[in-house]
């Protein structure tokens, strides 16, 4: 006997909108856990720290660092100062830093602002998953550029679905959290105590910076103009909030052969004509190699170093105090 299909539809329907709505509340579900559990319990994680800044109450004087692995490894905040904030992020270019500072300029604290300028910048965005506890901003969104969610559908809204293939990093993040006992993490900064110069590992990235370097011929490194201007006019437009542009710590075959770009010369001194902006560029070019864990980042030790060099200049600075 053959089912009509007025019975067909009813079964399919009475089949699909259960196991639809049972996945529904399974992703609800686990948001919350995520949001509510392993977002925040992933100590030091980028997406702990994005989500703590930006989703929680923090204190408005806090001083907040910005830029990419050179600011995360480099900046130590007990050095620099009792209120310093290190929101550095691995791979993040002046895309994604500058789409922080955004954010930044958006909430209520009023303290100092310390971006790590890279004399060679890239144009990256950084990890996805640090952005998405965030992705209710519409700076963020403009720039992961890509429809996490279908906006015209009533079941996927972007509080719902858009943790949805991330879980398993971020569960990943929150075990390392729990379970490593070695690393600490002191406002934003990730650190091994006794970490140990690793030389071999130093002197295959030297090797790979002087071929780097061959291959350029003596030509500076591209820079996004377009990235340049966002930076200059978003630092211009914020006058009450002081703005400090420091480069990280960088060996001295970084620049061996290798032009800082004109523009991004230009740019320095732009900013640092700001009243309420100042550039401050360390010497490190004297750092012993031991302070570094490749040509372009430093270790604790080094990161030690620049600190207190950082941490003192700072404090000679009447506005900063």
């Not at 910076?209 to 006019?233: A, H, P, V």
């Not at 211009?236 to 710590?249: D, E, G, N, T």
Request: glycine share 6%.
């Amino acid at each position: 006997m053959q089912v009509p299909n007025n019975s067909k539809r009813k079964f399919w329907l009475g089949f699909i909108i259960p196991v639809f709505t049972l996945l529904y509340l399974t992703v609800a579900t686990c948001n919350i856990l995520f949001y509510n559990i392993i977002i925040p319990g992933s100590t030091g994680s980028d997406q702990q720290r994005v989500n703590y800044l930006y989703n929680t109450e923090t204190p408005a004087d806090l001083i907040i660092m910005l830029g990419s692995s050179r600011m995360h490894g480099g900046f130590y905040p007990p050095f620099i100062s009792p209120k310093a904030y290190n929101m550095g992020i691995e791979d993040c270019g002046l895309n994604g830093s500058l789409t922080l500072l955004e954010l930044e300029y958006a909430s209520t604290r009023t303290g100092p602002i310390i971006f790590n300028y890279d004399f060679f910048p890239t144009n990256n965005i950084g990890p996805v998953k640090a952005f998405l506890p965030v992705y209710d901003y519409k700076p963020v969104q403009e720039m992961l550029g890509m429809p996490l969610v279908n906006k015209d559908s009533p079941w996927f809204k972007p509080g719902i679905s858009r943790l949805f293939g991330f879980y398993e990093p971020y569960l990943k993040e929150y075990n390392t959290a729990k379970n490593e006992k070695n690393k600490k993490v002191e406002r934003g900064f990730q650190y091994l105590p006794f970490e140990k110069w690793d030389k071999k590992n130093f002197l295959e990235s030297l090797k790979m910076r002087q071929e780097y370097s061959k291959r350029l011929n003596g030509k500076s490194d591209s820079i996004s103009l377009t990235q340049l201007e966002r930076f200059y006019n978003l630092v211009k437009s914020h006058p009450k909030r002081l703005f400090y542009l420091v480069p990280a710590p960088l060996h001295k075959s970084t620049f061996e052969g290798v032009p800082v770009n004109p523009a991004s010369i230009a740019f320095q001194k732009n900013i640092n004509a700001l009243p309420h902006a100042t550039f401050l560029e360390p010497d490190t070019r004297q750092y012993p190699d031991s302070f570094f864990l490749n040509t372009t980042h430093v270790n604790f030790h080094g990161a030690k170093a620049f600190s207190k060099w950082l941490g003192d200049t700072l404090r000679k600075d009447r506005a900063f105090n």
